[in-house]
């Protein structure tokens, strides 16, 4: 620390201009750490105040004439840094953290992880995250927010039929349906507390039904609308099966930038389609896909292959050469979910029309 502090006084001395500089950022709620280096030499690492601006004075202070380079992790603090120095003509990216080499020491400290962001920026060993437009970023919280109030009205549904179970209740119903909502308002339990929680579960749930019935028709309106300014949404909503909320959610997770996936394969590996593999030798071991990309959008292309299946005799073709082989229609759709999106990169990559029949 005394060494930092000594050499820190010296800086000033130091000519930076046109000298490249590489400061990791290690991003909290409160504080900042950040590391600053050159390609070959660690120059300071500080905690400060957690705002891009005070950063950028920072720099500017004590490194004047340097060109920057800076990176900080994806997470919950989103890309407002990244907006700013963009800004400014800086170079920054953001890198995701499972793609970062972490030492298996048992010691990780903020220091540690900002010195490590430095370092491996400096080699050019980071990934880059592909960096939504903030408005393919507030579009976005408009699926998460529909997707929330589906999740939450599936877990109301679970609660009802798991105290119904336990409580030894049944009901002639086996769907929800407005018939076996008005089953569950007649039923009476002996405690009259129970009567008013029961009451109150039911509300919750008629509350979450409505407000995502207004979600859907909120994100067919929002997909009708943007079609001048994201023309994918029209060419993939044209395919027969893909309607407009799953139309809405490829274009806006996987086609807001044509530039997202260098190709096809980074594109069915990302959405988790691409089985593993670990082959030495003569040996080749093939295992289940990886869980990579986003869960709700993996699900949608799913259900999507199973109406495709049924139209394009392409995939159908695929679907029954692995459902011989393996005998299993899970593994069968994925196979076809990973060919429809390989033909739909194509679509949208070349700007042609769906093609029923032909091959990607």
């Avoid at 877990?155 to 009901?171: A, C, K």
């Avoid at 389609?273 to 986003?294: A, D, I, M, V």
């Avoid at 199973?306 to 394009?312: E, F, L, N, T």
Wanted: glycine fraction near 8%; charge should be positive; hydrophobic fraction near 35%.
């Amino acid at each position: 620390m005394k060494y930092n502090e000594r050499f820190t006084s010296n800086l000033n001395q130091v000519d930076f201009s046109g000298k490249h500089l590489f400061i990791g950022i290690d991003m909290h709620k409160r504080n900042w750490v950040v590391t600053v280096r050159t390609r070959d030499l660690q120059l300071k690492t500080f905690s400060m105040d957690p705002f891009p601006e005070v950063l950028e004075i920072l720099l500017d202070r004590e490194y004047g004439g340097g060109i920057f380079h800076l990176v900080y992790e994806a997470g919950c603090f989103g890309y407002g840094t990244y907006d700013y120095f963009q800004e400014k003509g800086l170079d920054i990216i953001v890198t995701p953290p499972n793609r970062l080499y972490r030492e298996n020491s048992g010691v990780k400290t903020d220091k540690r992880d900002s010195r490590g962001l430095a370092l491996f920026l400096s080699k050019g060993l980071l990934k880059k995250v592909v960096v939504p437009s903030k408005s393919v970023r507030e579009l976005r919280q408009i699926l998460r927010i529909r997707d929330k109030q589906k999740k939450r009205k599936r877990q109301i549904q679970q609660e009802i039929r798991g105290m119904l179970l336990f409580l030894n209740y049944s009901i002639r119903s086996k769907n929800w349906s407005k018939s076996m909502l008005c089953e569950l308002k007649g039923l009476r339990f002996c405690e009259e507390g129970l009567n008013i929680a029961f009451k109150s579960l039911l509300e919750e749930y008629e509350f979450y039904s409505e407000k995502l019935i207004q979600s859907n028709c909120l994100i067919r309106q929002t997909s009708q609308q943007l079609g001048r300014s994201y023309p994918c949404i029209d060419k993939i909503t044209a395919i027969r099966g893909i309607g407009d909320l799953s139309g809405f959610r490829l274009a806006m997770h996987l086609f807001d930038r044509r530039d997202r996936f260098i190709d096809s394969d980074k594109l069915v590996h990302y959405l988790g389609l691409t089985p593993r593999e670990h082959s030495s030798g003569e040996k080749r071991r093939k295992g289940k896909t990886g869980h990579c990309g986003n869960p709700e959008l993996r699900a949608s292309i799913i259900q999507i292959a199973w109406q495709s299946v049924r139209w394009d005799p392409v995939l159908l073709d695929k679907f029954d050469r692995v459902y011989s082989n393996s005998g299993i229609k899970q593994k069968a759709i994925v196979a076809v979910a990973r060919k429809l999106m390989v033909k739909l990169y194509t679509v949208i990559q070349k700007n042609k029309g769906y093609q029923v029949g032909l091959a990607a």
